[in-house]
């Protein structure tokens, strides 16, 4: 059974940085494409960067050039790293993971292709 653990979220100032993991298990994270999600109280869940099996990446247009998502294959662990951050980004932060249908598909952001889930870790980004 897949699994996934979200760590790294916590209390930071704005103009601060994160590094959140995504650890997998259960299967390779090889046959994998990865997303990150966000969602805040009241609000939609909301995709943010994803990583394909290939290494293609995407980021929506609010964290562009602010956070680099990466993935280590060895150690089954996906990273986001977060940098100049703001009280906007505040958010329970989660991963989620999808077989792609071909090793070089490009991966997506829409919650409904993804079919498994870690619980998510907490951002407060604040003064």
């Known amino acids: 059974q897949l699994q996934l653990v979200e760590s790294g979220g916590g209390l930071v100032q704005p103009g601060g940085s994160l590094r959140l993991s995504c650890v997998v298990s259960g299967f390779s994270l090889d046959f994998y494409a990865i997303g990150w999600f966000r969602q805040a109280p009241g609000k939609e869940r909301e995709g943010i960067s994803c990583?394909?099996?290939?290494?293609?990446?995407y980021y929506s247009r609010p964290v562009k050039g602010r956070f680099t998502i990466s993935r280590d294959n060895a150690k089954s662990t996906v990273y986001l790293e977060m940098n100049s951050l703001k009280p906007e980004d505040t958010a329970n932060y989660f991963c989620s993971a999808y077989v792609p249908p071909r090793l070089n598909s490009p991966c997506v952001v829409s919650p409904s292709v993804y079919d498994t889930w870690g619980q998510g870790t907490q951002v407060t980004v604040s003064s």
């Open positions: 990583i394909s099996r290939s290494g293609n990446t």
